[in-house]
Structure formats: structure tokens, C-alpha cells
């Protein structure tokens, strides 16, 4: 299994996800290596240029690397693919 390779915080965005949703992707990326103490789920992030920013969507979970910020928010990342 593919670990993410992270510093610091891992924002994981969270919109009104059901609690079994967001249990689920936290199980997930633990899976992955993250450790739970290092997640902020929130449902807006101040991650800075190079931080792991994941998006829940009800089949996959989109994991990005911030590639660009502006005004204090995320602009652009790149994905990992699996």
C-alpha cells in the first residue's frame, strides 16, 4: 500500500460529510500512513505551498499536494495517483 509522504498538518476538507463518510476516509488514510493526530479536518484550510490537502467525495478520496496559494487559500495542487 502506497504511503503518504507528508510534514506537518494534512488538511482533510470536510462539507457536510455524513460521520460514516468521514470515518471512513480517516480509517483510510491512516491505512496510508497518516497519523490521525496529524489531520485537521476542516472546512477551510490554510495550507501552505507543499502541504496534503484531501478531498472527500462519496467514492474516492482526491489527494493533492498545494501547488499554488493565493490570499491565503489553495488555488492549485497535484494529484497522486494510485
Do not use: C
Not at 491505512?31 to 479536518?41: A, F, L, Q, T
Amino acid at each position: 500500500m502506497q504511503k503518504i509522504e507528508y510534514e506537518g498538518k494534512v488538511w482533510v476538507l470536510n462539507n457536510n460529510n455524513p460521520q460514516p463518510l468521514l470515518d471512513h476516509t480517516i480509517h483510510m488514510l491512516e491505512r496510508h500512513g497518516v497519523k490521525r493526530e496529524d489531520m485537521e479536518i476542516t472546512e477551510t484550510p490554510t495550507a501552505k505551498v507543499g502541504a496534503i490537502v484531501v478531498e472527500i467525495w462519496p467514492y474516492e478520496l482526491v489527494i493533492a499536494r498545494v501547488r499554488t496559494t493565493r490570499n491565503d487559500s489553495f488555488i492549485s495542487g497535484t494529484e497522486f495517483n494510485n
